[in-house]
Each structure stands twice: as structure tokens, then as C-alpha cells.
């Protein structure tokens, strides 16, 4: 068994990868309250399945049982597995005990820092481009954790504007975090992944950076792109069919034959039911809008420019700066726009292709686009559902099936040593 830390852990989809692939998780970091609540409900659905215990899970999926009840059905050591900490030079000792108590040798390190900093977008709203902010710099705790622990690889994920982002005297944080890693012992390669090649039915860029302990190169391994014969439509249509305002967090229980590609990526449950199928409420202006965009797209195979929307459904003055503010999820493309967390504020780029259903996506179709599988759960800092902590945790996520599809290629390189 391939044990792994998740540092940087977010709701865990670079983690379920792993753990898809047969690698084994000792503990996952992360400061977000919300996602570490997602992280200790997939852990204790994990046990609970190896352990012939699935119907404890579905009775929690389906509102029977609450959070408290459900971490109290698995061991103590699987929930306290998920370390609520904020990465800092104040809590390493900390954490590195933590870590330590579970008595195990740590052969991996998976995980990315956040990507605001280092991300295109964020960089062309800050006045600063972002030069200064500390998010920078959390590299070099992680460069820490390889120290410490000294895995045989790492895996570092980040947004594609860490290969241009600058610090203050213009140099490439990318530069100096490879060069620090090599003080620290391991040699560095990275490519840019594209989602959309490797099974996911979104356009996604990754920059993965792969560590090795020692001097060797040339060891990045080759990860196998799909063939992709599917249509974004094959994500949504099983669902039931709802309306703005509509829906539930809890145990879907209609729904039609699930797609080939649900199945052949893992989406689809056949155990439980699904979850946080709910959609947002919108105004009728917005619903106005989602309309004209949809048909817009089916007529012309076009987008709705903002400078279209009749005058009377705007609130903004400047038609260019929101020229593509509306966006539809088009069922009939092989893959979506980027998913990202700004979903959280409103779903105006994320229209829903069937004008009938007049919404946008709900957090389980967006969910699906970035491969998580049907039975993940996301939680909020109460014991209550949220739409907006499960829409920005699952914005911020890498898809699952990418990070299978790296986990995997990685496998043989740990039989080599």
C-alpha cells in the first residue's frame, strides 16, 4: 500500500483519486471548516463501505441519521484524520506531531496551495497583480512537509498562471519553488494537463508538478489520453427534471437510466442515492435572460452577448466589460467551460442547456462535470446543507478522474524503487 499526506487537501478531489487508485490516505490538512467536514464525511464513508457498513452512509445521504451520528458509527482516528489547521510557520511542530502519531511512513505528498495568487484572473483584479500577497509563498511550507517526511514523490497541483506569476523583484515563483525543492532533495518535472483529455467532460488546465526524491529526470510518467465519444449531455440527463428554486439536498430517488459515461467514469452510484440535485432561485429578470441565451445557442450555435440582452433586463451600463457575462452549459459540446468557484456567487455562466428546466447548474451537475461521484457529500461548517459551500468547494476541486488518471500512471514508478 501507497501511503499519502493531502496537504492543501480542499473538499478532496485530487485525494479520491488517489484513494480510487488504491493509494491510502494517513491524513489530509486543510483550513476551510466546510471542506474539512466534506473531508471527514468521505472518510467515514470510506470505512464505512470497507467495513460492510454502506446502510449507516445511505441513511445519512438521505436525511435519517445527522453528521453528529454518522461520525459517531466510525472509529475516532478516522475523523480526526482530517486536520483542521491553516498552514503556517506557527502550526508546523503541530501538525508534523499530528501527522507523526499515526506511526506510518509517508510515500507521497499530494496537494496545491490556493490558486488566487497565482491565477490569471486574479492577478488582473488586484491592483498589485497579486505581488506581495502571502498565498505566494506557501510553497515553501509545503517544501517544509518534504523535508520532514521525506516521501519518494510529491505531486503539486496548480492553476496554468504559475507558470508566468512574478514576485516582487520579477523573478517566476515557479523558479524559485523548483529550485527550493531541489535544496530540499528532489528533482522536478511538470506538464500542463487539459482536463478534457484524460475523461472529464470540462475544459480544464492543470499544471501537475511531480517531485523525486534524489537527482534522477526523465521520470514523469505517461498518462494515457482518453478518446472522448461523449457529450456534456451525458452528465445531466438522468437527473430529474426541476426548475429554479426547486429540488433537494437529500436522497434523489427518480431518475432515468444513467449514461455509459457516468458509468465508465464512476459518477454514478449504484448504493446510494443522490444528493444536492437543488437548484438556485433567480429573479425573473435572470430567468428571462437564461432563456434567450438557450435560445440563442440551439438557434446559432452562438453565445448571448451581453449588448443583445434587451435594455430593459440589463444592470449593467458597460456592455463590454460583461460581454460574456451569460453562458450556457452546452449539452451538445464534448466538454464545458472551466468550473470554477465564483460559481458560489451566482450561476449566470452556467446555464442549464434545457430551456424548459430555466436554471442554472445545480451543485450535483457541477459536481458531476468535475467527476465527482454521485455518493460524495458536501458539507457545510453546521450540520445543515448549503448550496454556496458545496458550489465553491466543488469550484475549487481538481476532477477526480484526472487525479485517478495521474495516480495511477504513478504506480509503477513506486515498484521501480
Request: hydrophobic share 35%; charged share 25%; proline share 4%.
Given at each position: 500500500?501507497?501511503?499519502?499526506?493531502?496537504?492543501?487537501?480542499?473538499?478532496?478531489?485530487?485525494?479520491?483519486?488517489?484513494?480510487?487508485?488504491?493509494?491510502?490516505?494517513?491524513?489530509?490538512?486543510?483550513?476551510?471548516?466546510?471542506?474539512?467536514?466534506?473531508?471527514?464525511?468521505?472518510?467515514?464513508?470510506?470505512?464505512?463501505?470497507?467495513?460492510?457498513?454502506?446502510?449507516?452512509?445511505?441513511?445519512?445521504?438521505?436525511?435519517?441519521?445527522?453528521?453528529?451520528?454518522?461520525?459517531?458509527?466510525?472509529?475516532?482516528?478516522?475523523?480526526?484524520?482530517?486536520?483542521?489547521?491553516?498552514?503556517?510557520?506557527?502550526?508546523?511542530?503541530?501538525?508534523?506531531?499530528?501527522?507523526?502519531?499515526?506511526?506510518?511512513?509517508?510515500?507521497?505528498?499530494?496537494?496545491?496551495?490556493?490558486?488566487?495568487?497565482?491565477?490569471?484572473?486574479?492577478?488582473?483584479?488586484?491592483?498589485?497583480?497579486?505581488?506581495?500577497?502571502?498565498?505566494?509563498?506557501?510553497?515553501?511550507?509545503?517544501?517544509?512537509?518534504?523535508?520532514?517526511?521525506?516521501?519518494?514523490?510529491?505531486?503539486?497541483?496548480?492553476?496554468?498562471?504559475?507558470?508566468?506569476?512574478?514576485?516582487?523583484?520579477?523573478?517566476?515563483?515557479?523558479?524559485?519553488?523548483?529550485?527550493?525543492?531541489?535544496?530540499?532533495?528532489?528533482e522536478t518535472e511538470l506538464r500542463v494537463l487539459d482536463s478534457s483529455q484524460y475523461g472529464v467532460l470540462q475544459k480544464r488546465k492543470r499544471v501537475i508538478i511531480i517531485g523525486k526524491k534524489g537527482n534522477e529526470t526523465g521520470f514523469y510518467p505517461e498518462i494515457?489520453?482518453?478518446?472522448?465519444?461523449?457529450?456534456?449531455?451525458?452528465?445531466?440527463?438522468?437527473?430529474?427534471?426541476?426548475h429554479s428554486g426547486?429540488?433537494?439536498?437529500?436522497?434523489?430517488?427518480?431518475?432515468?437510466?444513467?449514461?455509459?459515461?457516468?458509468?465508465?467514469?464512476?459518477?454514478h452510484s449504484e448504493k446510494f442515492p443522490i444528493t444536492f440535485h437543488c437548484a438556485r432561485p433567480n429573479n425573473s429578470r435572470d430567468l428571462k435572460i437564461y432563456s434567450l441565451a438557450v435560445e440563442n445557442w440551439n438557434k446559432k450555435h452562438t453565445r448571448l452577448k451581453y449588448s443583445a440582452v434587451p435594455s430593459e433586463l440589463r444592470t449593467h451600463k458597460n456592455s463590454a466589460a460583461f460581454s460574456d457575462r451569460f453562458k450556457v452549459v452546452a449539452g451538445d459540446m464534448p466538454y464545458s467551460q472551466t468550473v470554477v468557484a465564483h460559481i458560489s456567487k451566482d450561476g449566470h455562466y452556467y446555464i442549464h442547456p434545457d430551456k424548459n428546466q430555466n436554471r442554472s447548474l445545480t451543485p450535483r451537475e457541477a459536481a458531476r462535470l468535475q467527476t465527482f461521484p454521485d455518493d460524495y457529500f458536501f458539507e457545510s461548517i453546521s450540520g445543515k446543507p448549503s448550496r454556496t459551500f458545496a458550489y465553491k468547494q466543488i469550484g475549487n476541486a481538481v476532477p477526480v478522474v484526472l487525479a485517478e488518471k495521474v495516480a495511477e500512471a504513478m504506480k509503477p514508478l513506486f515498484d521501480e524503487d
Open positions: 500500500m501507497i501511503n499519502f499526506l493531502d496537504i492543501f487537501a480542499g473538499a478532496g478531489g485530487l485525494s479520491e483519486g488517489f484513494v480510487r487508485a488504491g493509494y491510502s490516505p494517513i491524513c489530509h490538512i486543510e483550513m476551510d471548516a466546510a471542506a474539512c467536514n466534506t473531508l471527514r464525511t468521505r472518510a467515514a464513508y470510506h470505512y464505512l463501505l470497507q467495513n460492510g457498513k454502506s446502510n449507516i452512509y445511505k441513511k445519512y445521504l438521505i436525511g435519517e441519521i445527522s453528521r453528529v451520528e454518522l461520525y459517531s458509527s466510525v472509529p475516532k482516528e478516522v475523523i480526526d484524520s482530517v486536520i483542521q489547521e491553516e498552514i503556517s510557520d506557527s502550526s508546523l511542530q503541530g501538525i508534523f506531531k499530528q501527522i507523526e502519531a499515526y506511526g506510518k511512513n509517508v510515500d507521497l505528498i499530494i496537494g496545491g496551495p490556493p490558486c488566487q495568487a497565482y491565477s490569471l484572473a486574479g492577478r488582473s483584479r488586484d491592483p498589485n497583480r497579486m505581488v506581495g500577497d502571502k498565498r505566494n509563498y506557501l510553497y515553501i511550507l509545503y517544501a517544509e512537509f518534504l523535508e520532514r517526511f521525506k516521501p519518494k514523490y510529491f505531486v503539486f497541483e496548480n492553476v496554468i498562471g504559475l507558470l508566468s506569476a512574478k514576485d516582487e523583484d520579477g523573478e517566476l515563483h515557479l523558479s524559485k519553488m523548483r529550485s527550493l525543492f531541489k535544496q530540499k532533495g528532489y494515457e489520453i482518453n478518446q472522448n465519444k461523449y457529450t456534456v449531455a451525458d452528465v445531466l440527463r438522468d437527473l430529474p427534471s426541476i426547486e429540488g433537494t439536498y437529500y436522497g434523489v430517488k427518480e431518475r432515468c437510466q444513467p449514461s455509459r459515461y457516468l458509468i465508465d467514469s464512476q459518477i
